[in-house]
């Protein structure tokens, strides 16, 4: 495993992030194929035992069962201190607004069984709550040791740098990481909020890197549980299929080049974009030693030219 400082934090994270959207309850009605405790604390300790040392969740993700279940496994089975945890606030009532924050924090603080969370992230923008009450709120985490470092989620560009400069203007604590939507199928982002991010050095950690599966097989669609009852992967990428589904076939032709696997092409294009930590989020244990053979895979320019030829703009995904 290779390790990487979360932008300008003293925060030393994996090279990998492991998502953890997969874990919850599915009886909490938010998604079908997520795993019970057991399973999901067998995926943790397999990446655990692969070097991830970096873990996201969010307050949402299966009503809240998915922090529950990443604080067992990682109470179950390591230090505290050797571990990651990155946790989410927004959808949720109030969404940024000084009450909701201070709220929520308590709550995921409660579901993992830890003191501290080590980066808390805003989903989205709040267009409801004014910015400097959204950071000031987040800056008394982090006074307050509840939280050791800040991360932002999908949204423009131009919302992002008022964010980082309202925090610089009044002395608060500024983003360092950003988790956005970015793939070899959906690259809207490398317009503005990408440079923005590389000219503050904020670390990217991208989520849906493998585009929901879509960039690691042939088959646009396959016959897993997931696929079927995903509406949310439906509605991000069938529109544009006919565009996109030859930017596949230049990863699968890659892959069979370098005898490697379209997911190891795929994230391998990550990290030569620069991206710190694509965040894989996996119900099989095997998904996970895949990905981190990407760190082995080394895209020449013409490679990453060839993948990214047939581009063509989308519809903005991700931002509200």
Not at 122 to 148: N, Q
Not at 180 to 202: G, T
């Amino acid at each position: 495993m290779e390790y990487s400082k979360l932008g300008n934090s003293d925060i030393l994270v994996s090279r990998i992030c492991m998502g953890c959207m997969s874990f919850g309850d599915t009886s909490s009605n938010f998604h079908a194929w997520t795993l019970n405790a057991e399973d999901s604390e067998a995926i943790i300790k397999h990446a655990l035992d692969l070097g991830i040392n970096f873990f996201d969740t969010a307050n949402v993700y299966s009503g809240g069962t998915s922090e529950e279940y990443l604080g067992r496994a990682i109470k179950n089975n390591v230090a505290r201190d050797k571990v990651v945890i990155a946790t989410k606030v927004y959808f949720n009532e109030g969404k940024l607004s000084k009450k909701a924050i201070l709220r929520e924090i308590d709550g995921s603080l409660k579901r993992l069984g830890t003191d501290y969370v080590d980066l808390y992230i805003i989903h989205r923008f709040d267009y409801d709550t004014p910015i400097e009450e959204t950071m000031e709120a987040l800056d008394s985490l982090v006074k307050a040791g509840k939280v050791r470092a800040l991360g932002a989620s999908a949204m423009y560009g131009y919302q992002f740098y008022n964010m980082q400069l309202a925090a610089e203007k009044n002395g608060w604590t500024k983003f360092v990481s950003m988790q956005n939507h970015y793939n070899l199928l959906y690259r809207e982002d490398e317009r503005e909020l990408i440079p923005i991010c590389k000219q503050m050095n904020v670390a990217l950690t991208p989520y849906s890197p493998l585009a929901a599966g879509r960039l690691s097989r042939l088959e646009w669609k396959a016959d897993t549980k997931r696929s079927q009852t995903d509406k949310t992967a439906v509605s991000k990428y069938d529109s544009t299929q006919e565009t996109d589904y030859g930017i596949v076939l230049r990863v699968n032709e890659l892959a069979k080049k370098y005898g490697v696997t379209m997911t190891q092409i795929s994230l391998a294009w990550h990290f030569a974009k620069g991206v710190t930590a694509p965040i894989i989020g996996v119900t099989k244990a095997k998904y996970l030693d895949d990905a981190v053979g990407a760190l082995n895979v080394k895209l020449t320019d013409d490679d990453i030219a060839y993948l990214e030829e047939l581009y063509v703009p989308h519809k903005i995904v991700g931002a509200l």
